[in-house]
């Protein structure tokens, strides 16, 4: 299996265990609750350190720095800028979490404005236990950069697996015999020893591969580069984060469970890009690092196509069969079909953002090798400004003017991000041409691609109009099994060499 296959390996059995938690999480909570709502929005303010010094920042300027002194033969060096990253990043973290945890209130207030009363106090009580965690969910993102380095990717990217596994447990042990904002309060707990398994079950593995010495070590010139390119990266993940938080923001301001949909939504639309534009993005980001330019652009035309082949269908898929893919994951005890129906919703809007943000992924991570961040920072600004404006637009004056229920102001929220992550990715690619040279997709293969995709999202309406009422996941297995033949079926016909090489790893599996 190659590079970025272990990372999809990994990334899958991740986002399968989290896909079983949302559905664990959804039978017991539902989708409109207060107690939903209230962790759904809790769970997403302590992430907010995790993302900004997560594995983003750390991929973009940890990563071309160690990977880079590992295959010039400079192990010693490597281990030394590693201990410096280390302690650095633990000293920092930790302050962050103290004041995070002191200023909930006022965190809540700026990110959930439209909570009030018991769901506020919920949601602060909630931030502040799960603060902890995310701290050491940073410091697991530390150990995948080295896992990564050394090119272990399976263990770095499969860890989340404990930490779903310790929320899933939660649920089963308390759920039903907890009131639910007990039960929310025991899940957030019981995030926080994930947290702790994810970091500790990689820790063995850094061990083996580095011997790093963690000391305030700033005079290092390597440690310096790192420190230099973290901060635009730093920057432009947090305005990408900028994002995120604007859909809880505006979603905290519509009826209750549109911030559980848009987080619903989120997880299952972030399949892809994750198994894909992160995959084959973390995989290609320590061999791009010491690639020329020519090389650079042919590893990044190869990735474009890898992309594209496999995030195209999953968009037409959320748009076509949306209703069935979050039955299949969701409908389950107090989470009903209408619920699925209104998910659906959010995940159609999704579907532009899916194919521009797997690209985009690949574009800034060839910025980042190439040593540039400040690229993507410039046009992160730039989505992150689209979606504030058009955000707010399709979520409240747009579904009234339409006389749509305010609900399905969550859907005009995913449509406007999609349209400003597009955007974003065109320019990365046009600044990326200017580079490297011409970038991008040929037109007759996403001719034949997108061709291919909906016509095999035509057979499976017909299969869905004609097959009885089963459970939704059997209906899920026929429906979307019978989309997947199809369009692989077809792009072998139609010759798309992407196609080709997926049924020769296949049958070598």
Known sequence: MGKAGLVAAGILLSRVAGLVRIRVFAHYFGLQSDAADAFTAAFRIPN????????????GSFIPVYAGLLSTGKPAEADRVAGAVGALLALLVSGLVAAGVLMTPALVDL??????????????????????????????????????????????YAAPVMWNAAMI?????????????????????????????????????????????????TTSAHVRTVLLNFVPVFFTRGVVQVSAYIDTLLGSLLPTGAVTALFNAQLIYMLPISLFGMSIAAAELPAMSGAAADGVRQRL????????????????????????????????GRFTAADARYVWGILAGSAVGVIASTMGRLYSSTCYALRDARTPFRYAVVRVTLTVVAGYVGAIPVPRALGLPALWGAAGLTIASGLAGLLEMLLLRRAMNARIGRTGLPAGFLFRVLGAATTGAGVAWAIRLIVPVWHPVVTAAVVLGAYGLVYLGLTVVLRVPEATALLRRGRRG
């Open 48 to 59: 907010l350190l995790q993302n900004l010094f997560g594995e983003g920042a750390l991929s």
């Open 111 to 156: 990110l959930a404005p439209g909570f009030e009363g018991d769901k506020r106090a919920l949601t602060i009580r909630l931030v502040r236990i799960l603060f902890p965690g995310a701290g050491i969910l940073v410091l697991s993102a530390w150990c995948l950069g080295i896992l990564n380095s050394h090119q272990r990717f399976l263990l770095s």
């Open 169 to 217: 447990a939660t649920l089963l042990l308390f759920g039903a015999r907890a009131g639910l904002p007990h039960l929310a309060e025991y899940l957030a707990w019981g995030s926080v020893a994930g947290s702790v398994l994810q970091f500790a079950v990689q820790v063995p593995a850094v061990a083996r591969l580095a011997r790093p010495q963690f000391r305030l070590d």
């Open 301 to 332: 035309a190869t990735a474009l196509r890898q992309v594209a082949y496999l995030a195209v269908p999953s968009a037409i898929a959320f748009v076509a069969l949306g209703d069935v893919i979050a039955a299949a994951v969701l409908q389950t």
